[in-house]
Structure formats: C-alpha cells, structure tokens
C-alpha cells in the first residue's frame, strides 16, 4: 500500500538541498533504486564518506520522508532522485559503480515480470549505468523474488560473489533497511546476493 502524502511534503521537497547535480569529486559512485524511506543510503553515506551515494525513489511522498531525515545529517557524498527508475539512462548513463536493490517490489504475477527490477528489461538497463563491471547487491525477504533473480542474473551472465538465505546468521557487513528491521523482528528471513559480471 502507498504511504498517504505527507501534509508538508511539497514544502519539504521544494526546498531540497540534495537532488543530484553531479558530485565535485571522482569517488565511485553507488546508488539504491527504490530508497524508501532513506534509512538504508543515508546510513551508508555516513558510513562511508569516500563513497558517494545517490538515493533513488520514485514516490515523492515517500521521498520527502527520506529528505527529512537527510536534513538532520547533511552528508556531503548523498544526493537523491525523484524518478522512475526507467529513465536512469539519461542522468547515470556509465557513471555508477553498485547499485543496490533493497527490498524490492516482488511483483508477484507473471504478467507483471517485467517490472521487477530483476527483470531482463532492468537488467539491460542497468548495463549502460555502469561505469566498470557491474556490481549488484540485493536483499528481499520474499523468496520467489529472490530465486527469480538468481536464475535472472544467471542468464544474463552474472555470477555469485556473495549469497545467504539468512543473511542475519552470516558474518556480513550489512546496513539495515527499515523494511528489514520489521521483517526481522517478525522472524522473517532475510535473503541476499552479490553478484558481478566481466564486460
């Protein structure tokens, strides 16, 4: 279910101080498609400060919950983007080092298999966003989401550096998403994969 507009969300967003414009440095460059809230790539930009970090959404009432937290920490190194991730092309074309999908949405239906950003339609997008060998990270608790992706990667010649069923149980460097946060402390297990693939 989508969240309801939040009453000051054109407020918040009009004044945004973060809506990517380039960064003034040649750091890699990382980016999660479906941000959310924020809680996960502002973590990681304060985790990280030689790194930078563009958050992707494509709800701007979603979007302006994440901004205000932004705004309470200001790091230098994350910009956000109000967007649908289709269009990325245009903005990131070989610019991006990771990209990381968190929780997506799983799409269940056959009829909607394309646009899950496993997909092969997402896939071949995200080969002209990367400036070197392309690096996903991917975390989801819903497990057909998760084998679909990996025979995803699989066909479109990805392989496996890193992959759990139960990434919690796992010695694994890991930012937490709000998502999975809740999911966790429902018993839910948390599944994720790393892979890369050699041009």
């Known amino acids: ?28 460059l990382n980016i999660e498609i479906g941000m ?7 973590e990681m930009a304060l985790k990280y400060p030689n790194i930078n970090f563009i958050g992707i959404e494509k709800y701007s009432s979603v979007a302006s919950v994440a901004i205000k937290k932004i705004n309470e920490f200001k790091p230098s190194n994350l910009k956000i983007l109000i967007m649908d991730a289709i269009n990325l092309e245009d903005i990131l074309s ?3 080092n990771t990209i990381y999908l968190n929780f997506s949405d799983p799409w269940p239906k056959d009829r909607h298999a394309k646009r899950r950003l496993t997909s092969p339609l997402y896939l071949d997008l995200y080969e002209k966003l990367f400036k070197q060998n392309p690096h996903i990270i991917m975390k989801t608790d819903n497990d057909l989401l998760f084998e679909y992706s990996l025979d995803s990667f699989k066909n479109h010649g990805y392989s496996i550096r890193n992959i759990s069923y139960d990434l919690h149980k796992e010695n694994i460097d890991n930012v937490e998403t709000e998502y999975e946060e809740k999911f966790s402390k429902e018993g839910i297990k948390i599944k994720y994969v790393e892979v890369i693939k050699n041009k």
């Open 36 to 42: 959310g809230k924020g809680k996960f790539i502002l």
């Open 1 to 28: 279910m989508r969240m309801r507009n939040p009453k000051d969300k054109d407020i918040v967003i009009n004044n945004c101080d973060f809506f990517y414009d380039g960064f003034n440095n040649e750091n890699p």
């Open 94 to 96: 070989k610019k991006v």
